[in-house]
């Protein structure tokens, strides 16, 4: 089993900063990427951004580029989300994905409500 904690969610004005980090544990096991997606009220999961384990090469949706950084700690098996100049539109339930190595399960965190002021 693979466990998967986020943090750092809260309540921010628009053009603020908020940092969210993601804990993967359990038995030993291989990261293949780690990703970041969210859920706003009434509408379908989104991809945000993610990363690949092994070279750390990065992707990001349009709507977040040059905004949001995702960034990890390889000795700690954490991913992180730097989120600047944020905007109403980013408020939703983000939520923690872990993909291992050669095991087809996503694994998901509960989600870190982030609710943007205008």
């Known amino acids: 089993q693979v466990q998967v904690v986020e943090s750092g969610g809260g309540l921010v004005q628009a053009g603020g900063s908020l940092r969210l980090s993601c804990a993967a544990s359990g038995r030993t096991f291989v990261l293949y990427a780690m990703g970041w997606f969210r859920q706003a009220p009434g509408k379908e999961r989104e991809f945000v951004a993610a990363?690949?384990?092994?070279?750390?090469?990065?992707y990001y949706a349009d709507s977040v580029k040059g905004r949001f950084t995702i960034s990890r700690d390889n000795g700690k098996n954490t991913l992180y989300l730097h989120m600047n100049n944020l905007k109403p539109e980013d408020t939703a339930v983000y939520y923690c994905?872990?993909?291992?190595?050669?095991?087809?399960?996503?694994?998901w965190g509960q989600g870190t409500q982030v609710t943007v002021s205008s």
């Open positions: 990363i690949s384990w092994s070279d750390g090469n990065t």
């Open positions: 994905n872990v993909k291992r190595d050669k095991d087809p399960v996503d694994y």
